[in-house]
């Protein structure tokens, strides 16, 4: 009898929970065991995040922020396939289906929805927020990887409909991966333009597992479990970002104790990770890549080729010149790998087959002797037709590894006649500097998108050609260009994965850069966090799951969730979109 | 007094205007653009161009100018672009955490500097004049952001019993009382007061324990011992006296301090006007380092004032001129 009331009472609470009546108590939530619930997790941040909507966010610590607080339509799984459907978790839709031609998905919500403030999710929202991410007056940084969704419309209150201005394999990815579903109630009214400026943008209502709680500037950022929501409640009470103002500051929060948890220790911090007794290592993947970047273009006239990096020869010569395994020993010790191309090994394109430049440097002096670059008069740098083989390399300073690794790079290829001169910036100055296409080369890194066809915007020819856009080398490519077009075409994935393969040898043979790292991205965390999975393209996609034991909590970790802020009430903006 | 005062109140102002003029001009001619920072390294060149608009940026430098007098004159230092908020609120949060950063250096420095040069000029000599005074100038030897971050090293990773970031603790100050939360500051406020304050503190000790000994062999010293006035109030008449030359050093004290805060808010991660500055001057956000640059120099020329206004209540003959 005793037993089965126990089943009865379980049952109960966990259609209270289904139900959207969620609480604080732990018992009342979909599938979560009471002990595993509570608990705080302080992040110590780097930086600071600039604005709250996902449409808007540029910084990376702004994305973590609105990732949690909003939600997509579904989510990319572990293994960040994006083709197809396959591997994607349905969040604020519970379930889709495609149209027989492909041309459109319909998403059928989850009806059990709610933003922060209660309000039910509806299509409407959905409609509204591609809406909002194409508008030109938003300009949200989203919107090119949007732009091959021709349209949403609003079939009932609770589907819409992705119309498609072509078919492609990574329309289910272009759909839920870049949108975060937004609140029309709260926004519609807002002009474009006073977005950025709108106080939603600073205290935010999204549907995700957390709430915003609370943001003092340059200080912290609270987040708090949301303890109705329709996926259960968050595991974690509330996820706090210490905002410190540079990465230093930051990790000495982590070894004082001040935080739970920093997302990247360096080589150099390992021992003392290790001594210290509440703290351990958490590697994980990530989806960086480092590289020295050649400029096609002469800087100085655009027009022209570069008199001296324009040459594949040279290009091919220098690489084979510099020993980037040892470089990235040197620099990053066991947290790094030489990169295979310009891609991560975290994506689903990645292929350890292509050929890459290996490493000899007999073999790039023989090629820039018979490129015509000689020592003719025995000062140790090569010249061709009197002009010296020299560039000059900008390194942003914000990097230590990256001005490591410039003055690494500047020993190595002065050994093989080619004088290079370190230009250190500060990244603002370096970031403009790519930009305008006013350098010979610089060392440069990318957080690439888990899509292998996304190197198009960084190596194609159409952006070599629109001179504002990120392939700041002008490097250009025909063959390129095809290979990257018919993978991101072809509906097999093998056969996708074949045209790939293609264009990343293209891009090996033609040297427009030396790929120089891959980090081997390793966390510091409590060792009383028990950490569930770290996506590579956002470790802190899974945090809402993360859970302190309750026999290792510690005093921060028993607040509770009565001291959380409660949101303060939105005002709206004047106008009208 | 009157006119001196307004004199200095007039050579401050100017001083201002020409460190925001010269503050101005550089930022713009450095390197780098506030739109980068705003809209992201892969923005479109379009984009790009209506935020320079929308920021005034695309007008002729002079005229860029002549606005932001024109608008600094009205008390509007403008719309910060990277923290997407007036500049003086930005200001509203940092000032009053550096203005108290600072006021509890200078009390500690000058308390304890005064204390310490009192000390020593009484047993001027002695070891312990000899002892501390050897140990405070080695404090004063240091560089600034040296000493701050051995005691962050100190205090973070050897002996952790004092906080070592913040102005309070990030998950309870909310919830503290009134008391609570005073108690929280303070206990924040140690280290990086406590750094800022040392640097000071031994220029003090030093300058009060020369200017008593200067002043201990002065006839009116000797005439109130002649006329059996007790050591304490022998030591109350001369250190009136040797007091001028610490509240110059008060005076110059004040960008010493404004220098040494910049390091040790970054160090401490303690969010006043010299973290917000820094921060700014990455963003290349001119609208807040100019305004922050304003304002500190306006602290200087105020420090300076008071300075003025110290030695004067101290001795009677500065009032008459």
């Known amino acids: ?577 | 007094m009157g006119r001196y005062l307004a004199g200095r109140v007039a050579q401050a102002l100017v001083t201002v205007a020409l460190v925001a003029t010269v503050t101005f001009v550089l930022l713009h001619l450095a390197p780098g653009d506030p739109c980068l920072d705003i809209e992201g390294r892969g923005v479109s060149a379009e984009l790009r161009e209506r935020c320079r608009v929308a920021y005034g940026l695309d007008r002729p430098l002079p005229e860029q100018y002549v606005r932001y007098l024109a608008a600094l004159a009205r008390g509007d230092l403008g719309w910060s672009p990277s923290l997407q908020e007036p500049v003086r609120s930005a200001l509203a949060r940092a000032l009053p955490n550096t203005l108290l950063l600072m006021g509890a250096a200078l009390a500690l420095a000058f308390g304890a500097g005064i204390a310490m040069g009192v000390a020593q000029a009484r047993r001027a000599g002695s070891l312990l004049d000899r002892v501390s005074g050897s140990l405070s100038m080695a404090v004063h030897a240091l560089p600034d952001f040296w000493l701050a971050t051995i005691l962050l090293l100190v205090f973070a990773y050897w002996i952790p019993i004092l906080p070592v970031t913040g102005t309070s603790d990030d998950l309870v100050y909310e919830s503290l009382s009134p008391l609570g939360k005073v108690a929280d500051r303070l206990y924040h406020m140690v280290l990086p007061a406590l750094t800022l304050a040392l640097l000071l503190f031994a220029a003090v000790a030093r300058h009060q324990r020369a200017a008593l000994l200067e002043v201990a062999h002065e006839d009116y010293v000797r005439t109130a011992r002649a006329k059996g006035l007790g050591e304490r109030g022998v030591l109350r008449h001369a250190l009136r006296n040797a007091l001028l030359p610490v509240i110059t050093l008060f005076g110059l004290a004040m960008p010493a301090l404004v220098g040494g805060a910049v390091f040790v808010e970054r160090i401490f991660n303690w969010p006043g006007m010299g973290q917000l500055a820094v921060t700014a001057v990455t963003r290349r956000d001119y609208w807040v380092v100019t305004a922050c640059v304003v304002v500190v120099s306006a602290m200087v020329a105020a420090g300076n004032l008071l300075a003025d206004l110290l030695h004067a209540a101290a001795d009677p003959r500065l009032r008459d001129r």
């Not at chain 1, 509806?122 to 021709?150: G, M």
């Not at chain 1, 350098?439 to 159409?462: C, E, N, Y």
Request: with cysteine.
């Open chain 1, 1 to 577: 009898m005793r037993p089965h009331l126990l089943r009865l009472l379980a049952l109960t609470a966990t259609s209270a929970a289904l139900a959207g009546c969620g609480d604080d108590r732990p018992a009342a939530t979909a599938g979560n065991d009471s002990s595993a619930v509570g608990g705080t997790l302080v992040i110590a941040a780097p930086a600071e995040a600039d604005i709250l909507i996902p449409a808007l966010v540029n910084s990376i610590e702004g994305k973590k922020v609105a990732d949690m607080v909003f939600e997509p339509l579904a989510e990319i799984g572990a293994s960040l396939n994006t083709v197809g459907d396959e591997g994607f978790q349905p969040r604020l839709a519970e379930r889709w289906t495609w149209a027989p031609d492909s041309q459109s998905i319909a998403f059928h919500l989850n009806p059990r929805a709610r933003w922060h403030d209660g309000r039910p999710v509806r299509a409407e929202d959905v409609r509204f927020t591609h809406a909002l991410y194409v508008d030109p007056d938003v300009a949200s940084p989203q919107a090119p990887n949007v732009s091959d969704i021709d349209s949403v419309s609003v079939r009932d209150s609770l589907t819409a409909v992705f119309w498609f201005k072509r078919r492609f394999p990574e329309q289910f990815f272009t759909a839920v991966y870049h949108m975060h579903v937004l609140p029309k109630h709260l926004l519609g009214d807002t002009p474009a333009a006073a977005l950025k400026s709108a106080p939603f943008a600073r205290q935010p209502v999204g549907t995700g597992r957390f709430r915003f709680s609370r943001w003092t500037p340059s200080e912290r950022l609270e987040l708090v479990a949301d303890t109705a929501h329709y996926r259960g409640r968050a595991k974690l009470d509330r996820v706090v970002f210490s905002i410190a103002p540079d990465f230093t500051a930051a990790t000495t929060k982590l070894f004082a104790g001040e935080a739970d948890f920093f997302e990247v220790m360096r080589p150099e911090q390992m021992p003392e990770l290790a001594r210290n007794a509440s703290l351990k290592a958490v590697p994980y993947a990530g989806l960086d890549v480092g590289y020295m970047l050649f400029n096609m273009r002469d800087a100085k006239a655009g027009a022209r080729p570069h008199p001296v990096l324009g040459d594949v020869a040279v290009r091919r010569a220098l690489t084979m010149a510099l020993d980037r395994e040892t470089m990235v020993r040197s620099v990053l010790d066991s947290f790094g790998m030489v990169p295979l191309g310009p891609h991560v090994r975290a994506t689903s394109g990645a292929d350890a087959s292509v050929p890459q430049i290996a490493y000899d440097p007999a073999r790039a002096a023989a090629l820039l002797d018979s490129a015509g670059w000689r020592d003719a008069d025995g000062d140790g740098v090569r010249e061709k037709a009197g002009r010296p083989l020299a560039f000059r390399l900008l390194v942003p300073n914000s990097s230590k590894n990256r001005v490591r690794y410039g003055v690494l790079i500047q020993d190595q290829l002065k050994k093989a006649g080619v004088a290079v001169t370190i230009e250190e910036l500060d990244f603002n100055a370096f970031s403009e500097r790519l930009m305008t296409r006013r350098f010979d080369a610089a060392i440069d890194a990318r957080h690439l998108d888990p899509s292998p066809t996304v190197i198009k915007q960084s190596w194609g020819g159409q952006a070599a050609r629109a001179r504002e856009s990120s392939n700041y080398g002008s490097y250009a490519n025909a063959r390129f260009d095809a290979a990257i077009d018919s993978a991101s075409a072809a509906t097999d994935p093998a056969r996708s994965r074949t045209f790939l393969r293609q264009a990343y040898r293209t891009l090996n043979e033609d040297a427009p850069a030396v790929w120089l790292y891959e980090p081997r991205m390793v966390a510091g965390a409590h060792k009383r966090l028990q950490i569930t999975g770290m996506r590579a393209d956002a470790w802190w996609a899974g945090i809402a799951d993360w859970t302190v034991a309750p026999g290792q909590r510690i005093a921060r970790d028993r607040l509770g969730l009565a001291s959380a802020a409660a949101p303060a009430p939105v005002r709206l903006a004047n106008g009208s979109r």
